[in-house]
């Protein structure tokens, strides 16, 4: 409509360029190349509407697609001397935020060098821009008070998915006032209790943490309703807590309800053993070796649910001090506290990669024909068991259902064959079960995040970043997974593993050649598509991170080019901003695969990106 009326010459130039730079910023190219149209024809009709037309066309300078900010250097290349000298000293502001393979024509068209602020490194030409790395944040006090905790409780009740510290503040602080004043507790959780009554879990849902109502009965001395079908053909009573869906998460949560219900209400120990000290899930190995002090001097016996929680979320290094006190202990909880403490707790276990083809089963043995994923190629993780930890002194074992959390795993895709298991959804809460084994969480979850690439499900990159912070390898899962969630399906999930990208950029513990393998494996099955890719890596190199980009992309393009057969659609985005990340790291060597590509026939956007690569690479 607006240029139907700027034709018709009803438009003013503050009209024009005012409403190209709300336009100009977009993604969307298209809409872009259509402004720049208009900007163009609106100069060619009027010339002396070119300054106010140049002055609007560079706004798109700053376009993170290399291809509309040439557009747009083209169109104020063919209006500039029409438009004068006046609007010089603007054009080169604005050309400082181009792409480096147009500052020599920025240069030369308006008078003056762009680019090169003197802050590069003088040996690579570039410095890295990556955030700092995160540390942990500490957990904070207990709650200090019945009050308190009843508002924790329903902002806790109130998310849609509540934070694993919230619900971990909550739990050991229904202890906490409950072995201080159990009636006052009772008296102030009333009115939370009136809003959100325990009715019981639904057998078909898994445990979570809002589940915690089960122990505010307790408190309350509310009996939990079992149902009626839990005693038919004489079973024994089962607890509500543990429907037929659970997952192994979701029963280890489960235990550790039923037995903090228990203790509300008979041993009423004076707080938990688990509860993590900073917000990761983790335990300092000093703070637990203090509480089972405590727990000593008090004659008080830890429960086993929360003992075993406590030593999955322990940190495996402990210094000499740590270990000292621990060998202190005299109580068998602190014998096997001090055993897992000196022998660094459960080892870490690398995972294998087992590429799954349509229709062939692995080479485990599993066959997956006449499935609905028959079509879905994916490349699969098998995870070791890591077993059970290492015993105490006196034989004590993690309990079965802390033990399940550890079981060996199948390649990830046979896993998918319980095509009926809908409750299956990682979250944060799973992580904070096991912050010291992001590698084993990763196998584990792998067709989750495969879900969010190659069947376009929505959110499972949220978790990314969780991995990223926590502790332990990052190994071939966590990459593999993380190499799915960039060519991720939602734009909130491709944002998240950028997160995760950079967060394990900044602690040094991305292999970016690992990572460019793969991608370029899923990228040659079909399971990512190289345009999602090209856009989270984009924004990935936005942010200053240019050699992190280069690092993954320069592994990534022999076998992205070198495939047989047509190679996949939308790879000139990638070989484009290859060229960029190149260019702006000084980074130089041929690559035999880019070279054949460029020194094919025709004008393609393949060739022609290509093309640009070997010539930055070449120096």
Same mark, same amino acid.
């Given at each position: 409509m607006l240029a139907g009326l700027d034709e018709a010459g009803l438009i003013e130039p503050?009209?024009?360029?005012?409403?190209?730079?709300?336009?100009? @910023?977009?993604?969307?190219?298209?809409?872009?190349?259509?402004?720049?149209?208009?900007?163009? &024809?609106?100069? &060619? &009709?009027?010339?002396?509407?070119?300054?106010?037309?140049?002055?609007?066309?560079?706004?798109? @300078?700053?376009?993170? *697609?290399?291809?509309?900010?040439?557009?747009?250097?083209?169109?104020? !290349?063919? %209006?500039?001397?029409?438009?004068?000298?006046?609007?010089?000293?603007?054009?080169?502001?604005?050309?400082?935020?181009?792409?480096?393979a147009h500052h020599q024509r920025a240069g030369e068209l308006f008078g003056a060098p762009v680019g090169g602020d003197g802050d590069d490194d003088p040996d690579t030409g570039w410095n890295e821009l990556l955030p700092p790395a995160p540390q942990p944040l500490p957990l904070g006090p207990p709650i200090a008070s019945a009050a308190e905790l009843a508002q924790e409780l329903s902002?806790?009740? #109130?998310? $849609?998915?509540?934070?694993?510290?919230?619900?971990?503040?909550?739990?050991?602080?229904?202890?906490?006032?409950?072995?201080? *004043?159990?009636?006052?507790?009772?008296?102030?959780?009333? +009115?939370?209790?009136?809003? %959100?009554?325990?009715?019981?879990? *639904?057998r078909w849902r898994d445990c979570s943490p809002r589940d915690?109502?089960?122990?505010?009965? #307790?408190?309350?001395?509310?009996?939990?309703?079992?149902?009626?079908? *839990? @005693?038919?053909? =004489?079973?024994?009573?089962?607890? +509500?807590?543990?429907?037929?869906?659970?997952?192994?998460? =979701?029963?280890?949560?489960?235990? &550790?309800?039923?037995?903090?219900?228990?203790?509300?209400? !008979?041993?009423? +120990?004076?707080?938990?053993?688990? /509860?993590?000290?900073?917000?990761?899930?983790?335990?300092? +190995?000093? /703070?637990?070796?203090?509480?089972?002090?405590?727990?000593?001097? #008090?004659?008080? /016996?830890?429960?086993?649910? $929360?003992?075993?929680?406590?030593?999955?979320?322990?940190?495996?290094? !402990? $210094?000499?001090g740590v270990l000292r006190a621990a060998e202190a202990l005299t109580s068998p909880s602190g014998r096997w506290a001090a055993q897992w403490l000196r022998t660094g707790g459960l080892p870490d276990q690398p995972s294998e990669r087992v590429l799954f083809a349509p229709g062939r089963g692995s080479k485990h043995g599993h066959q997956y024909a006449d499935r609905w994923w028959e079509d879905v190629r994916r490349v699969a993780v098998a995870q070791p068991g890591i077993g059970a930890g290492p015993k105490g002194p006196d034989g004590e074992r993690l309990a079965p259902e802390f033990r399940a959390l550890l079981e060996g795993t199948e390649p990830s895709v046979a896993r998918a064959r319980k095509v009926g298991d809908w409750t299956w959804r990682p979250t944060a809460h799973w992580a904070a079960m096991l912050p010291w084994h992001r590698e084993e969480l990763a196998a584990r979850w792998l067709d989750h995040f495969a879900a969010g690439a190659d069947r376009d499900e929505r959110g499972a990159g949220r978790l990314l970043p969780a991995l990223a912070e926590a502790g332990g390898p990052a190994g071939l899962a966590l990459h593999l997974a993380l190499a799915y969630g960039l060519g991720a399906r939602h734009t909130e999930d491709r944002t998240a593993a950028v997160d995760a990208l950079l967060v394990l950029a900044a602690r040094g513990e991305l292999d970016g050649a690992q990572l460019g393998r793969e991608l370029a494996a899923l990228v040659d099955c079909g399971a990512v598509k190289p345009n999602r890719l090209a856009a989270a890596l984009t924004l990935a190199a936005g942010t200053g991170a240019y050699g992190t980009v280069w690092s993954v992309l320069g592994p990534a393009l022999p076998a992205l080019l070198g495939g047989e057969g047509t190679p996949a659609r939308g790879l000139g985005d990638l070989l484009a901003l290859a060229a960029d990340c190149a260019r702006r790291t000084g980074a130089r060597g041929p690559v035999a695969e880019v070279t054949a590509a460029a020194e094919q026939g025709g004008s393609s956007r393949l060739v022609k990106e290509a093309r640009a690569l070997r010539d930055v690479l070449a120096g």
């Open positions: 503050e009209v024009l360029v005012e409403s190209s730079a709300v336009v100009l @910023f977009r993604a969307e190219k298209k809409l872009v190349r259509a402004q720049l149209g208009w900007l163009e &024809r609106a100069a &060619r &009709r009027e010339p002396g509407r070119s300054g106010p037309v140049v002055l609007a066309a560079a706004e798109a @300078f700053g376009h993170p *697609d290399q291809a509309v900010q040439e557009r747009a250097l083209n169109v104020v !290349a063919r %209006h500039l001397r029409a438009a004068g000298e006046a609007v010089l000293p603007e054009l080169r502001l604005a050309a400082e935020v181009l792409n480096p902002a806790l009740l #109130a998310a $849609d998915e509540p934070e694993p510290t919230v619900f971990e503040r909550v739990l050991d602080g229904l202890v906490r006032q409950a072995h201080q *004043d159990r009636a006052a507790l009772a008296e102030a959780l009333e +009115p939370v209790r009136r809003v %959100h009554p325990w009715s019981g879990v *639904d915690v109502l089960y122990v505010v009965a #307790a408190v309350a001395g509310e009996t939990p309703p079992y149902r009626a079908w *839990d @005693f038919l053909g =004489g079973k024994k009573k089962r607890s +509500p807590l543990r429907g037929q869906n659970n997952t192994a998460q =979701g029963t280890a949560l489960a235990a &550790r309800l039923e037995e903090a219900a228990w203790q509300v209400t !008979a041993n009423r +120990p004076p707080y938990l053993l688990a /509860t993590p000290t900073d917000t990761t899930g983790a335990i300092d +190995p000093g /703070t637990l070796v203090e509480r089972l002090a405590g727990y000593q001097t #008090a004659g008080i /016996t830890p429960g086993r649910a $929360d003992l075993c929680a406590a030593l999955l979320r322990v940190g495996p290094r !402990a $210094d000499a």
